[in-house]
């Protein structure tokens, strides 16, 4: 009887732990994600100073796209030490790079996208105007973050970061970093711009899409006093393409925008100018209407080359396209980043602006957290905005955009459901806008 009574105190018990086990295991794994969080902050506390010296340094060396060979060495050197296997010159670019680290087998792929290439300034001078210089260490920092919480951890997964220079220069570096392939395998990709406003995009498509292309006349060169009827003048016709260009502009769409410059035209004013380079940016929201403008562009050069008797070759040098963001990222990011004490908060949702990050968020789950890194009022490309990089304003939010996308990315990396989340909003979202469905709304 003592025994049969044991025997229902051990099922009930039993019973009682079995009934609890999922509440149990959800406050166990709570705890884990709690100790995993502070660890990973602790880790970027830790690094903070080698992050702020890297940026700093990019800050004093800044280099031009294409050019990045010392950032590249100093990021990839500090990403070897780390224990991240490293690749230069991937997707066929000399200053592009691959830093993979993989624990364990399966798991997400997650990737931090960074840029390192400076603005090509007055006199010859490069400088950090668009705080690229933040970039890689918000990137590294974040990632040798999961990797030491991975490890200790046991978490599998993979991370990436990849290097993509040239931002500013067209052709588009990182399309063809897509096309090589680079970034194929990637389930979640991340990187961070530097900003006037702590702030996060609208779900669904925005940004504006853009085209560069470079209209080259050839004419035929002569003494401009002695034999100009034997000449053609090339600068006529790159100076009647900008007419032309204005007297269109009036009929363009309210929110797209065409500028131009004209880098060669002619070297003295005694010899008629051979050659001439009218070089346009056109942009809209829509790639519909860009392309509607490229067709535009391309018979006034060709009309304005008859009127001048030369001849024109048309060069598209770079093709950018729309932004899809994620609520799903957004939010949280945005979240995590008033958290941490990022400050300049701006509540309203934005819209994405003319990026090569744009067209990756069309392949892949993408964020690019934006983190009040300048004050308010610096404009984009100033050197005001260059120099707050190294202010304690730049310094505060590179560590705290480490932090923000490093929570991220623990989050997607620990979180099953979060990360299907993350891709079902993904597959929401079909095309990008057409002139019929794009949002019209002012953002200029
Ligand atoms: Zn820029
Ligand atoms: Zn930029």
């Known amino acids: 009887m003592k025994r049969k009574r044991t025997l229902v105190w051990l099922l009930a018990v039993m019973l009682v732990l079995l009934l609890s086990a999922p509440g149990l295991s959800a406050t166990a794994s709570e705890l884990r994600n709690e100790v995993l969080e502070?660890?990973?902050?602790?880790?970027?506390?830790?690094?903070?100073?080698?992050?702020?010296?890297?940026?700093?340094?990019?800050y004093h060396n800044p280099e031009a796209g294409y050019e990045e060979y010392e950032a590249v060495k100093l990021l990839t050197s500090y990403l070897q030490k780390q224990g991240f296997t490293v690749?230069?010159?991937s997707g066929g670019l000399d200053t592009a790079f691959k830093a993979t680290f993989q624990h364990g087998e399966g798991g997400p792929v997650l990737t931090y996208a960074v840029e390192?290439?400076?603005?090509?300034?007055?006199?010859?001078?490069?400088?950090?105007?668009?705080?690229?210089?933040?970039?890689g260490p918000i990137g590294i920092g974040?990632?040798?973050?999961?990797?030491?919480a991975m490890e200790k951890h046991d978490?599998?997964?993979?991370?990436?970061?990849?290097?993509?220079?040239?931002?500013?220069?067209p052709p588009p570096a990182k399309s063809k970093m897509l096309e090589a392939g680079v970034f194929e395998g990637t389930d979640v990709l991340m990187?961070?711009?530097?900003?006037?406003?702590?702030?996060?995009?609208?779900?669904?498509?925005?940004?504006i899409t853009l085209d560069a292309t470079r209209y080259i006349f050839t004419g035929k060169s002569a003494h401009a006093s002695g034999d100009p009827w034997n000449g053609r003048d090339a600068l006529d016709a790159a100076r009647l393409m900008f007419n032309a260009v204005d007297a269109y502009r009036e009929h363009i769409l309210p929110d797209a925008r065409i500028h131009g410059v004209i880098p060669q035209g002619g070297e003295a004013p005694n010899v008629i100018p051979p050659l001439a380079v009218a070089d346009f940016f056109y942009r809209h929201p829509t790639r519909e209407y860009v392309d509607k403008m490229g067709e535009r562009l391309k018979n006034i050069a060709l009309g304005m080359a008859l009127a001048t008797d030369t001849q024109v070759k048309i060069e598209n040098y770079g093709k950018y396209y729309n932004t899809l963001a994620l609520e799903s990222l957004e939010e949280r990011a945005f979240d995590y980043a008033k958290e941490l004490g990022a400050t300049q908060i701006n509540e309203n949702k934005q819209f994405g602006a003319s990026t090569d990050f744009a067209e990756l968020t069309g392949?892949?789950?993408?964020?690019?957290?934006?983190?009040?890194?300048?004050?308010?009022?610096?404009?984009?490309?100033?050197?005001?905005?260059?120099?707050?990089s190294i202010a304690p304003i730049g310094h505060n939010a590179l560590v705290i955009s480490a932090k923000t996308l490093a929570l991220l990315g623990l989050?997607?990396?620990?979180?099953?459901?979060?990360?299907?989340?993350?891709?079902?909003?993904?597959?929401?979202?079909?095309d990008p806008p057409t002139l019929e469905t794009y949002i019209k709304e002012t953002r200029w």
């Open 38 to 58: 502070t660890e990973v902050l602790e880790t970027i506390d830790a690094i903070s100073s080698e992050l702020i010296a890297m940026n700093d340094w990019m």
């Open 87 to 89: 690749e230069i010159g």
């Open 116 to 135: 390192y290439d400076a603005l090509r300034g007055p006199g010859g001078e490069n400088f950090h105007g668009c705080q690229h210089n933040m970039q």
């Open 142 to 148: 974040a990632a040798v973050a999961l990797k030491r």
């Open 155 to 169: 978490v599998p997964g993979t991370i990436w970061v990849i290097g993509t220079p040239a931002e500013e220069i």
């Open 191 to 207: 990187m961070y711009h530097g900003s006037g406003q702590t702030s996060r995009l609208q779900a669904g498509w925005s940004g």
């Open 363 to 388: 392949y892949f789950p993408s964020i690019c957290l934006s983190v009040a890194s300048k004050p308010a009022d610096a404009a984009g490309h100033s050197i005001e905005a260059a120099n707050a």
């Open 411 to 430: 989050d997607l990396l620990t979180d099953p459901a979060y990360l299907q989340e993350v891709k079902d909003e993904f597959e929401t979202y079909g």
